[in-house]
């Protein structure tokens, strides 16, 4: 299973980077169909990353992507996340990514190299994907 930081999707919709764009696209396509995780924070995220971004269109239209996604509750994972801050000290919103990627037994991928870095710290696998795009789309084909 797989944790997707919000980070990807706001690459597939609004980078001007055409290499974050097509990483975030191609695993986005080569991901379709298997069970996706998010922490239900993921819709927060989005909302003011794409509002700072100058996302002007209806926030339900940005939130269908979230149709794609299995949300992990607060009250399912809110132990794990204060572990995971208690032990590794993370962003507030990276113990939520860590936390579900613990509780789903998944490996997270963002594109967000310290939240990465700090995942592997609590002992999950990660990626990130704009430099292990080669390996992670082989391991998840695989």
Do not use: W
């Not at 797989?2 to 990807?8: A, E, L, M, Q």
């Not at 986005?28 to 169909?33: I, P, Q, S, T, Y």
């Amino acid at each position: 299973m797989i944790v997707v930081d919000v980070s990807v999707f706001v690459d597939s919709l609004f980078s001007s980077n055409p290499d974050r764009y097509q990483k975030a696209i191609g695993f986005l396509k080569a991901v379709d169909g298997m069970p996706l995780y998010a922490p239900r924070i993921f819709r927060v995220e989005l909302i003011a990353v794409a509002r700072r971004l100058g996302f002007k269109g209806k926030r339900q239209e940005l939130l269908g992507i979230v149709e794609k996604l299995n949300l992990v509750e607060e009250h399912g994972i809110i132990s794990v996340t204060e572990y995971v801050a208690d032990q590794i000290h993370p962003r507030a919103v990276d113990a939520y990514y860590i936390a579900t990627a613990i509780i789903t037994n998944s490996i997270l991928v963002a594109n967000d190299k310290l939240m990465v870095k700090n995942a592997r710290k609590a002992g999950i696998e990660a990626s990130y994907l704009l430099e292990e795009y080669d390996v992670l789309l082989n391991r998840v084909k695989g």
